[in-house]
DNA sequence: CATGACGGTTCTGGATCCAATAACGACCGA
DNA sequence: TCGGTCGTTATTGGATCCAGAACCGTCATG
């Protein structure tokens, strides 16, 4: 038996297969599990030291969720995005942070816009650290990405939205699109302008333009990773 | 091949549980379950002649698609949607279908826009027949209802978009819905009138105005399904 | 009379068992 | 040597079994 982490899951969800299936989600987001690689459930289940049972029920979830393909008798595996999907997908989350951006407008506070501010800040300082290993940067600088967009759609106060973004995130891993933010220069440094427009927008209440800006950064974004999706079909399929 | 033994076979793919799933869901959709009520594995077990493991894993994905609610270790329960659970749902398909319309405005042709007016027309004359059962004008209006919204979808050629819309109504039984299209006749005129404009700017090519009548009608609608929340607590579990 | 403890019952959740199906490989024949 | 067929094997999917937790009623007690 592993070490007891159990009673840690609240009222909402379930203990172990929630713990599981968020477990296996965060490995394949990391990259640990790359897309396209099978999933096998005898595997997952000794790795996690529980039944397979759990597991199953877990892979349903992560099924219905969009980030695995189960196929009947064959198992499950990573899905992979083609570029077509990423580019539908960015296109309906520029929509909804778009939303999002607006809805701030008449919500945001003094120490959210700090947030914001710093985030970003933070995010563009960390890119020119030119002394540290890429793997670090690229995992703090998506942290932070992520907490500036994530303190938007807090903000911006509505349940329903932020979690139809996140679904949406959570079909493509993350690993790749922060190593594309800190990957390519112009990138890194066109992020930071499109991060201080919707900033400023903010401040000044201006809602059309915070959601116009917003709106291009992501559909920016999703172009990006539809691109890195067509060049390279590699970092697919176990290996 | 082998004798009937389960009938599944068919549906490409589909597996036993996604069989399962779809059955609970349109119970839910149907009113068969009203919200609220009960879902004990061993029952939906027997009624469908399985084993209860398949429904558990059914009962993963409908949780995952959050129309029911499964707390640790009571059993999965239809979920209740609060009032401004559905106002915020419904802001969010709003800015989606929204969406759809603005990019159907190039896409459209002659024949859909047919299609939108036939449904749209078919819908009103319908409510007008005095001498039906509510209970069918109800279910035939809902589905030229749908027919006319999925069409706009469908024609704004985004998969991905298509789902959303889809998951967010997911989270709402219909027969509610369409009750409420067809209970009040000035509802009924309305939605007429917001369909025709909606279709009026689709044929003239106007995004703007497209993308603009489509949030308002389904925010009005959103606000009336939240009132009929507010004002009744019936239909609401088992009995 | 109300309240709290106790025990039986029911249901969920995880583990295990068994059947069915598809990938893999070897063998045989042309 | 290549292609097809058959048998093995590994893996999934469904059924069953067992333990643990929650509800319900009863009973005892302040």
Chains 1, 2 share one sequence.
């Not at 997908?89 to 501010?117: G, N, T």
């Not at 932020?162 to 790749?176: H, S």
Request: proline share 3%; aromatic share 4%.
């Amino acid at each position: 038996m592993s070490v007891g982490d159990v009673a840690t899951s609240e009222a909402t969800g379930h203990a172990l297969v929630d713990e599981i299936a968020a477990k296996i989600r965060a490995r394949i987001m990391s990259g640990d599990i790359p897309i396209g690689a099978q999933l096998r459930q005898a595997e997952l289940a000794s790795d996690f030291g529980v039944s397979r049972t759990p597991v199953r029920e877990a892979l349903r979830q992560l099924q219905a969720g969009g980030l695995i393909d189960v196929v009947p008798n064959r198992g499950a595996v990573v899905r992979v995005p083609s570029p077509w999907e990423v580019r539908e997908a960015y296109e309906v989350r520029a929509e909804l942070e778009a939303l999002a951006a607006a809805r701030c407008v008449s919500r945001v506070s003094r120490a959210d816009i700090e947030k914001l501010h710093a985030a970003n800040q933070a995010m563009y300082d960390r890119s020119l650290a030119e002394n540290q290993p890429a793997r670090e940067v690229a995992l703090d600088s998506r942290r932070e990405n992520d907490l500036f967009h994530n303190t938007i759609t807090a903000v911006s106060a509505n349940e329903r939205l932020a979690r139809t973004i996140d679904e949406i995130n959570e079909n493509f891993p993350r690993n790749v699109s922060a190593q594309l933010l800190v990957g390519d220069a112009r990138h890194r440094d066109e992020n930071y302008e499109e991060h201080s427009r919707i900033i400023e927008a903010l401040e000044r209440g201006d809602a059309e333009t915070a959601q116009a800006e917003m709106r291009r950064h992501v559909l920016k974004a999703g172009e990006q990773l539809a691109q890195w999706y067509e060049r390279r079909s590699s970092t697919v399929f176990k290996g």
